[in-house]
């Protein structure tokens, strides 16, 4: 049913820490590979290796440059992943019933069996979390990968999304964030985490931490290394002012 | 927004039909017999073709039935059901008109009534879209129920109704440009807002996701022949609105020249959706600091 509930037990998300994210893409591949070989349609490729690569990805790393008004500019890496929204259009546009949204935990998902490719949910969404896979002709998108959360067949440190288990910098953080006791709400509530895209009204559950502000002093050495003379002597002195005449 | 001639094909070609409908539940032209049947059978041909034409872009159009089922909350499925319920009610009243030269009025209207809601159901699968500022805006039904109206006043050969139509789709057409133009900046998302980093400064595009198109670009940051706009928007004015009103109210009265207008008057709406599609800009442009 694409009627979305009004409530919600739990609301699993991620949290994603933009000071840390170092962008070496390691949870776009984990992700791929997860969801590529386990529950549902797996995520194809359209001419691997060709000149015009394509294929599906629940998981995008794109990275940005910030130029503040003074100062140096940032680059910043910013994965994007479903955001799991309360409020998801993606969901009420669905015509058949295949996406929906549980009322269990929070978690978007689509009943591939039900979705007749129409592309509408891709549409509804402002973040671009839903990719058509076009071998398959259904719509794929993050599962929060829901086949391993509560997978008891593994160990219970691998029961969380494969991009969060596999982040080298730990820039990835899930979680519920309806409980306000929570690591990921403690986060969220320490570094001011925000939504993207707050103005469309969609009501993300996965949230992001601002980068750190950068230190004002680079280096502490610095200041001993200043030159000594501003202008050159000796040799080089006498070098630099013979060359000027010439 | 990627401009599927599929698409196209099917809100012009079904808005025709329906609105050709609707005119055929008010009794406009009120006829029976044989004539009655060919107006009938190029109204269903055009809904029901332009129907068929929005499955090409399904991924699996075999499960199509399932979107009978949400038409609680899905504009999509509220237009499958009220394109059914409009063509299943027109159907009887057709059957009563053709063959038994009997014209139940209640039942054309409330066909009529559907035919028109079906058109309004259409124009707000992309009405709906708050991701796309551009159709988000109640010009967008209220256009889609004009093109279908004068188009279908067109077809049933109400000139006089035709005519006053014709003009008020251009003027409406033109004010629907020139709002939809200001909707994007009015709808207040940008790559700061997208990112959340606009507090840090200007934000831009450093390195791409991935190194060539993906599904999202190719269906939602589509650029191509938006510096045409202009000369389209002209071209397609001229086609839907000038010239066959020109066409129709100077000169005497021909069918040739009539078939002409309503050509004419076709390729007009044709090029005016593809603009429709083609300068819509979709939020997640955005995050590939693209409109």
New interface residues.
């Given amino acids: ?4 509930p009004t409530h919600t037990e739990k609301k699993l998300g991620l949290v994603i820490d ?1 000071d840390t994210c170092v ?1 070496c893409h390691a949870c ?1 591949v984990s992700c791929k590979g997860w969801n590529t070989e386990n529950y549902g349609a797996p995520l194809s490729d359209q001419q691997p290796y060709g000149a ?6 629940l998981n ?10 003074t100062g140096f ?4 890496h ?1 994965p ?1 992943s479903c955001l799991h929204c309360e409020d998801a ?1 993606c ?8 996406s929906y949204k549980r009322v269990e935990d929070g978690i978007v998902l689509v009943n591939e ?8 949910c ?7 979390a839903r ?4 071998a ?4 794929k998108k993050c599962t929060l990968c829901v086949d391993r959360i509560y997978n008891e067949n593994l160990p219970e440190e691998d029961r969380e999304p494969a991009c969060v288990r596999t982040c080298p910098s730990n820039a990835r953080h899930f979680g519920d964030l309806a409980d306000k006791d929570s690591k990921v709400s403690k986060l969220v509530a320490e570094r001011g985490g ?8 969609t009501k993300p559950v996965n949230k ?1 931490l ?2 750190r502000p950068k230190d004002e002093e680079i280096d502490i050495l610095a200041p001993f290394l200043e030159p000594i003379a501003a202008e050159p002597t000796g040799f080089l002195g006498w070098l630099d002012r013979t060359l000027e005449k010439i | 927004m990627h401009p599927a001639p599929s698409i196209i094909f099917f809100t012009v070609f079904s808005g025709l039909g329906f609105g050709l409908l609707t005119f055929l539940g008010f009794g406009k032209p009120d006829v029976s017999g044989f004539t009655a049947f060919v107006f009938f059978a190029v109204a269903y041909a055009l809904a029901v073709s332009g129907l068929i034409a929005s499955s090409f872009h399904l991924g699996n159009p075999q499960r199509a039935l399932k979107a009978f089922t949400q038409w609680r909350s899905s504009w999509l499925s509220r237009e499958a059901c009220l394109s059914v319920a409009a063509l299943v009610i027109m159907g009887l009243y057709a059957i009563g008109v053709v063959f038994f030269n009997t014209r139940i009025a209640p039942l054309g209207l409330l066909g009529a009534a559907l035919s028109l809601a079906t058109v309004f159901a259409t124009a707000m699968i992309y009405g709906q879209l708050k991701t796309v500022p551009r159709w988000n805006h109640w010009t967008t039904p209220l256009l889609f129920l004009g093109y279908a109206l004068t188009g279908g006043a067109f077809l049933a050969g109400q000139t006089s109704i035709a005519l006053p139509l014709l003009l008020l789709l251009g003027v409406g057409q033109l004010a629907a440009w020139m709002i939809g133009d200001g909707q994007f900046a009015k709808a207040g998302s940008t790559i700061e807002t997208a990112t959340g980093l606009g507090n840090i400064g200007k934000v831009r595009m450093f390195e791409a996701p991935h190194s060539s198109k993906n599904y999202l670009m190719t269906e939602m940051v589509h650029q191509v022949g938006r510096k045409h706009r202009h000369t389209l928007r002209i071209f397609g004015i001229l086609c839907l609105s000038l010239t066959p009103f020109i066409l129709l109210s100077a000169f005497q009265f021909s069918h040739m020249l009539a078939l002409a207008a309503v050509l004419l008057h076709i390729i007009g709406a044709v090029t005016i959706r593809w603009l429709f599609f083609a300068e819509a800009e979709h939020t997640v442009g955005l995050y590939y600091d693209k409109r």
């Fill in positions: 049913m694409t009627q979305l933009l962008g776009v015009e690569p394509v294929g599906t990805f995008r790393v794109h990275s940005y440059e910030v130029q503040p008004e500019a940032q680059t910043i910013f994007k259009p969901v009420t546009v669905c015509p058949t019933g295949a069996s039900d979705c007749i490719g129409c592309g509408l891709a549409w509804a969404c402002p973040y671009g990719e058509m896979d076009l398959e002709g259904v719509m925000f939504d993207l895209m707050p103005e469309q009204g992001y601002p980068p």
